[in-house]
């Protein structure tokens, strides 16, 4: 699906399972995805130390003439148990970043029941088709590490607040919508949802909890 990423969950420490994990099930394994852009809540999982670099095969089937049969990508790639850490760690500073738009503790929270669902002993963000359409060539790596790097506290909160912004394609300057916005039936504005699934993202193959209560 063009221009996607997706946050898998899988058993072995692969970049891109859907593609690289032999029998990777996206129902479940894929915990959710989006169009265009990287959620900000994604984001707060990773560090710049979780970024992975792998060299991959290319099906000859779909090589062009004279094309590299290998390509090198990199993503980020964690233990689930430290990936929810993280993000736990990441909440002061987003909230303080983004503190005209409100606290994104809720979403956090639904967004760990996710990942805790999800089967697998690894969390990763599969985004090579965000990389392949970011408007500056050659831009995308460096701004996911600073991105990722400010999570931990930055200098310089203009610059990471536009980074976050950038990867996740937030429409900023308006009150982030209620965590249980769908849940709890909300008529949500356009630009609500909108801000909603770049938080989070959506459900790919199974439910999302902000989506779809527990049953």
Known sequence: MANSSYLCATDVASLYPSSQVPGFEPRGGVVAHDVSGVPLLWLALFR??????????????????????????????????RALAQLDAALPVLNALFAAEGPLDGHAALLRQA?????????TIELEEIEGVWEEEGAFQPTLRAALACLDGGTDPAADRARLIALSRLRPGRPFPPARLLLDGLEPAEDDYWNLVRL???????????????K
């Open 48 to 81: 710049p130390a979780d970024l992975v670099t792998g060299v991959f095969a290319i099906d000859e089937d779909d090589l062009d003439d004279g094309e590299d049969p290998e390509v090198e990508a990199t993503a980020p790639l964690v233990a689930k148990e």
């Open 115 to 123: 990942v805790e669902k999800a089967p697998g002993a690894f969390v």
């Open 200 to 214: 989070l993202g959506t459900a790919f193959d199974a439910d999302v909890p902000w989506e779809t209560a527990r």
